[in-house]
């Protein structure tokens, strides 16, 4: 007997739906995938209110994927917002109007959560090696790392450090000035110091995995891909090489045509380069070289956690 579920990431800057089958006795497999970028959190402040455009797109969008799973045949339609809704003044409302409107589940997680079912989501995956591994997960409004020894959660962290506010302040409508990317490399690098812990921080690991579209979208780039394949991109071995390379590629471009590059949405253009330092900071950081990319990843781990009540 089987049945099929539906999982909506209801990010700061993408919205991704996943359907899968469930059978007993057996892994869920995926049945349709998709995403779009909606940039929920555009001109969001610590504190402040969810714009009534932003709002627009995201729930027009949401709205189309829930009706989308039930066509598919999704019996349980689960929404679930992260680092936006749960920072906004008006992201609960903005929920409630959503679960009101489609008739779906929408449930808020904490940063703590998000890390959580980030790692669930990369054990459905990838084979996770024996040893220390440290996994992120950038966002548009954070970034999610965790620790894992031996498959295990040792320690997570939530941090507000998400590609579409630094966006907003560094923005590179043209091409990339080094000058300007220096300053926005060492604001993240700074960041980084100050708020991970010194468990996550200063942790000798094994393996880096990297999940999210910044990551994937640097692979399909490095792999020169001119269509997007999953299968292809998950796995990939990233070098810090390969992602100065790319940073020097989309770099000498102004953002309309780094939107007309295969593989990397225009919705992407100008977030990429902040993206990519998060990357640099990280890698510097944890002292890798290079790290492993995942195609799976938070709303994999909540189709696992919709998977054990089904």
């Known amino acids: 007997m089987s049945a099929r579920a539906a999982v909506i990431d209801l990010g700061t800057n993408t919205v991704r739906l996943l359907v899968a089958e469930m059978r007993a006795g057996a892994p869920w497999s995926v049945v349709h995938a998709e995403q779009r970028v909606t940039r929920l959190g555009e001109g969001l402040r610590p504190g402040g209110a969810l714009g009534e455009a932003p709002m627009a797109r995201t729930r027009s969008v949401v709205a189309g994927y829930v009706a989308r799973a039930r066509d598919a045949g999704a019996t349980t339609v689960r929404v679930v917002g992260t680092s936006a809704v749960r920072e906004a003044a008006n992201g609960r409302a903005f929920a409630a109007e959503l679960a009101a409107a489609t008739g779906a589940r929408v449930d808020v997680i904490s940063g703590d959560d998000e890390a959580r079912l980030t790692l669930r989501g990369l054990r459905h995956g990838l084979t996770l090696p024996a040893g220390a591994m440290i996994a992120f997960d950038i966002g548009g409004g954070s970034t999610e790392y965790v620790l894992a020894r031996d498959g295990a959660l040792a320690a997570a962290i939530s941090l507000r450090l998400g590609v579409v506010p630094l966006t907003e302040r560094f923005p590179?409508?043209?091409?990339?000035?080094?000058?300007?990317?220096?300053?926005?490399?060492?604001?993240?690098?700074?960041?980084?110091?100050?708020?991970?812990?010194?468990?996550?921080?200063?942790?000798?690991?094994?393996?880096?995995?990297?999940?999210?579209g910044t990551v994937t979208t640097l692979a399909a780039l490095d792999l020169r891909l001119a269509a997007y394949d999953p299968a292809r991109v998950h796995g990939h071995r990233l070098s810090r090489a390969a992602v100065d390379a790319q940073l020097a590629r989309l770099g000498a471009l102004p953002v309309e045509a780094r939107g007309a590059l295969p593989c990397l949405e225009p919705g992407r253009a100008d977030l990429i380069v902040p993206g990519i330092a998060i990357v640099l900071a990280t890698m510097e950081r944890l002292r890798v070289d290079a790290l492993v990319v995942s195609e799976y990843g938070l709303r994999e781990g909540i189709m696992d956690l919709v998977s054990e009540s089904a």
């Open 172 to 212: 590179f409508p043209g091409p990339v000035a080094p000058a300007g990317f220096a300053t926005l490399l060492d604001e993240v690098r700074a960041r980084l110091a100050d708020e991970l812990p010194r468990e996550i921080g200063e942790a000798a690991i094994d393996v880096l995995v990297g999940t999210a």
